[in-house]
């Protein structure tokens, strides 16, 4: 158990560097079983879910081999697969689900733990399941597991409701051996699932129409292993951004690509930021209080859901008020009661959220219900005055290997408290 404490009022001052996107390679990760054979993964960042889906992947017969200091991650595919993935690591990452395609495609047949919703909302996968189904696989849900089953997939058109980056992802990995032309149509196009469909094509698989919102893949017979390098975190890249406009600071992120941040920066600068690009890292800057911006989350290239809870509070402390519009996860709200409790003034009604921006915060015991909730109460501990406590750090580190390590090489003040309950 874990807490983190923050003293705030430090304004942060230099550089960070990014390691590859949670929501990249937990997916290339799983893609990997496509190949029987050694895939090599670099700029693998050192967090909790990896190993999670290493021992998901070491459970279904693969042998995962995570080389932290050198950030690379070993997968040796064997010619034949388990294809049960079961509840007790389901129910600790929802990621998990990324598998069903890969062992549909492998071995004919899936069983998955249904994950459930969590604490952003109730996350349905019924996109996953019309998208299977219409590629001839027979989708059920038995005792809690989703059973698919197709001897052969076959290629077929598809047209999502919504450009859900899971469901996109799923029928992607599905289709590139299916039999014959899949199309997928609404794709969703985040710099993620272009990573995984160009490691898919370095792997062997046809796909055309990589980062637009119609993939159309021919499938092929079989995929070869590879050595990929996972694409850079933006999201993390957008909270250090945040995280310099917050506290007046000025933070170079390398490794990092602005146009993968194109909004999240425009807004940062309508706050009366300061953002320089170069060619693979940006510096923000800041030395006025900002200025509320309205924020409306939606599928890349809109602004994205996993930095609205940043946004927010850096809203809670600028001048004037902003609306606030989620359009994905219908509960990612919740968080703004914990950040209530270090003096924000954010009042929520179905999916707007109005902020009202205060002179200053003041330092309170928090506790993350998400990694987002909890980056967004980081960053708003460090402009509070005095001491804030985060509980239940354990979300965070899901997304920010050594956030407390960066924070403290940029001059904030922050301890991790070790607790023995
Ligand atoms: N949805 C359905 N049915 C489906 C699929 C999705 O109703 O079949 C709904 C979801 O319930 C949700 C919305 O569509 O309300 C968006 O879901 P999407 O499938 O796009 O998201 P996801 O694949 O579940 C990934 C990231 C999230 C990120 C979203 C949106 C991973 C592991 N997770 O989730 O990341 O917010 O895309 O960009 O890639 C995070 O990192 O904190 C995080 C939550």
């Known amino acids: 158990m874990e807490s983190w404490e923050i003293v705030g009022g430090a304004r942060l001052v230099g550089e960070v560097r990014l390691t590859g996107a949670k929501n990249s390679v937990l997916k290339l990760m799983a893609a990997a079983l496509l190949a029987p054979g050694r895939t090599v993964l670099t700029e693998v960042p050192d967090i909790l879910d990896v190993d999670i889906m290493g021992q998901l992947l070491t459970r279904l017969g693969a042998q995962v081999v995570h080389d932290r200091p050198a950030g690379a991650v070993a997968i040796d595919v064997p010619d034949q697969l388990d294809h049960r993935a079961d509840y007790d690591l ?3 990452m929802r990621a998990s689900i990324s598998v069903l395609g890969p062992l549909l495609a492998r071995c004919g047949e899936a069983d998955i ?13 019924d996109m996953h399941i019309a998208g299977l189904e219409r590629m001839g696989a027979q989708v059920s849900v038995q005792h809690g597991y989703l059973q698919a089953v197709a001897r052969q997939l076959r290629g077929s058109t598809i047209w999502l409701d919504f450009p859900s980056v899971g469901a996109t992802e799923s029928l992607l990995m599905a289709a590139v051996t299916a039999e014959g032309r899949t199309v997928i149509d609404n794709a969703a196009r985040e710099p993620e699932i272009v990573d995984i469909a160009n490691m898919m094509v370095q792997m062997g698989a046809q796909i055309s129409g990589i980062g637009t919102s119609t993939l159309t893949v021919e499938g092929v017979d079989v995929l070869q292993p590879v050595h990929h390098v996972t694409v850079s975190d933006r999201i993390v890249a957008g909270t250090w951004a945040v995280a310099a406009a917050i506290t007046q600071g000025e933070i170079t992120v390398i ?50 859901t996993d930095l609205q809870p940043q946004f927010i509070a850096l809203n809670a402390i600028s001048l004037g008020a902003s609306l606030v519009t989620e359009n994905l996860f219908e509960a ?10 270090l003096g924000a003034d954010v009042q929520t009604e179905g999916h ?28 708003a501990g460090l402009v509070a005055d005095g001491v804030t406590t985060i509980h239940e ?29």
């Open 332 to 341: 990612r709200f919740r968080f703004v009661h914990e950040l209530a409790r």
């Open 113 to 125: 733990a249904l994950p459930g919703g969590d604490n952003i909302g109730s996350r349905g996968l």
């Open 393 to 421: 750090v354990h979300h965070i580190d899901r997304g920010y290997a050594g956030m407390v390590e960066d924070l403290q090489r940029l001059g904030a003040t922050i301890e991790r408290i070790r607790h023995s309950d």
């Open 352 to 379: 707007h959220a109005l902020v009202r921006g205060q002179p200053g915060l003041s330092g309170a015991p928090v506790e993350a219900t998400d990694i987002r909730a909890g980056a967004g109460l980081v960053l």
């Open 255 to 304: 490794n990092a690509f602005a146009e993968h941040l194109e909004i999240a920066l425009d807004k940062l600068a309508t706050a009366g930021a300061h953002v320089d690009v170069h060619a693979d890292s940006f510096t923000v800057s800041m030395d006025t209080r900002p200025k509320s911006v309205d924020i409306v989350t939606l599928p890349y290239p809109g602004f994205p």
């Open 90 to 92: 389901v129910r600790r």
